[in-house]
């Protein structure tokens, strides 16, 4: 009768695999104008903003002739930033603030 061992550790090991490295979002070359504004404005900041003071920001930015006009650009600017987080541009923090990742 022949007796074989074989190592148990040998038949589990795996390959060997190259690490995985990390991938950083890139920015579109077409990019709304308002996002443009958006991600500027929050790397500018040292800290995460607060949502509605970045609207306030930004529309305070523009510099519009009427509170119509101010409403509007907010609510465009407000708009723009759920996009911007699903494709990993914007992160937030909380309910009420923002930040880059």
Do not use: C, Y
Not at 49 to 60: D, P, Y
Not at 80 to 91: A, D, E, F, H
Request: positive net charge; proline residues 11%.
């Amino acid at each position: 009768m022949i007796s074989v061992f074989i190592d148990p550790i040998a038949h589990h090991r795996h390959p060997p695999t190259m690490p995985a490295s990390v991938i950083q979002p890139a920015r579109p070359r077409t990019m709304d104008p308002i996002d443009q504004q958006i991600l500027d404005a929050l790397e500018s900041a040292s800290e995460p903003v607060g949502t509605w003071r970045l609207l306030n920001f930004l529309a305070k930015s523009a510099k519009p002739a009427s509170r119509a006009e101010t409403r509007s650009l907010r609510q465009q600017a407000l708009a723009r930033i759920n996009p911007l987080v699903r494709r990993g541009l914007v992160k937030r923090i909380g309910r009420a603030a923002l930040t880059l990742p």
